[in-house]
């Protein structure tokens, strides 16, 4: 079974101050780790992928995550936020040879001037 | 440009209407989904498609229908059946299984009343 909890349903931020979203993931296989942004009212935009090659895996806009095993965690991370980073992200787990994706609850990202 | 279009952005319906959202894509990939997203309950999946001609219900399946006769469409019908219809609905494709990213269309918000 797969499952992905995100830790905070809200962070406040002020701008040009890191980021720091929570992800937790279960998986019975080898996982393929998501993380997505979603501004209001429009589609989710894949920010970056992880999918069992490098831990340190850098996306778009600054963002990176990092795959911990040891602590089933792939936390998203920036080191200035921006105003433009305000929005909701989701983290996302895929298994292996599925085609569904567990997603998560999802993390409001306010950005304060 | 490639993509996946969904129309249209915003629906009205009266309650005991059935309606029919239309998904698109010209991404050449293979399946394609349909999720609901409620407010603090990150997206939930409706149903899915690996291949044209086949489809499986995902975690909420009851009160919607759906058909993949073409590769590159897949419609979400909402029937009478469904007891809180209204919420803002995501298509999506993926290219193949769990290494692949799945790509969003920008949605179509439903309100029935």
């Known amino acids: 079974a797969q499952s992905v909890t995100q830790l905070d349903s809200h962070v406040s931020v002020s701008e040009g101050t890191p980021v720091l979203l929570r992800c937790n993931y279960s998986?019975?296989?080898?996982?393929?780790l998501f993380w997505y942004v979603q501004h209001p009212n429009k589609g989710l935009q894949l920010l970056l992928k992880?999918?069992?090659?490098?831990?340190l895996v850098k996306g778009i806009n600054g963002f990176e995550a990092e795959f911990k095993k040891s602590e089933t965690s792939f936390h998203l991370t920036k080191p200035s936020a921006h105003m433009s980073d305000a929005a909701e992200y989701f983290c996302?787990?895929?298994?292996?040879?599925?085609?569904?994706?567990?997603f998560g609850t999802g993390t409001r990202l306010k950005v304060l001037a | 440009d490639g993509g996946i279009t969904q129309s249209p952005k915003y629906l009205f319906r009266k309650e005991g209407q059935n309606v029919t959202l239309s998904c698109e894509q010209n991404l050449n990939h293979d399946a394609m989904y349909w999720y609901r997203q409620d407010p603090g309950q990150g997206l939930r999946l409706i149903y899915y498609?690996?291949?044209?001609?086949?489809?499986q219900k995902g975690d909420i399946a009851e009160g919607y229908s759906v058909s993949r006769e073409k590769k590159e469409s897949f419609p979400l019908t909402v029937t009478s059946a469904q007891k809180n219809p209204t919420a803002f609905y995501l298509c999506?494709?993926?290219?193949?299984?769990?290494?692949?990213?799945?790509?969003f269309g920008p949605g179509t918000r439903l309100t029935v009343t």
């Open positions: 498609s690996q291949i044209v001609n086949d489809f």
């Open positions: 998986s019975s296989y080898s996982p393929s």
């Open positions: 999506a494709s993926q290219q193949g299984t769990n290494a692949y990213e799945q790509y």
């Open positions: 992880y999918t069992s090659a490098a831990t």
């Open positions: 996302a787990v895929s298994g292996m040879g599925t085609y569904k994706y567990i």
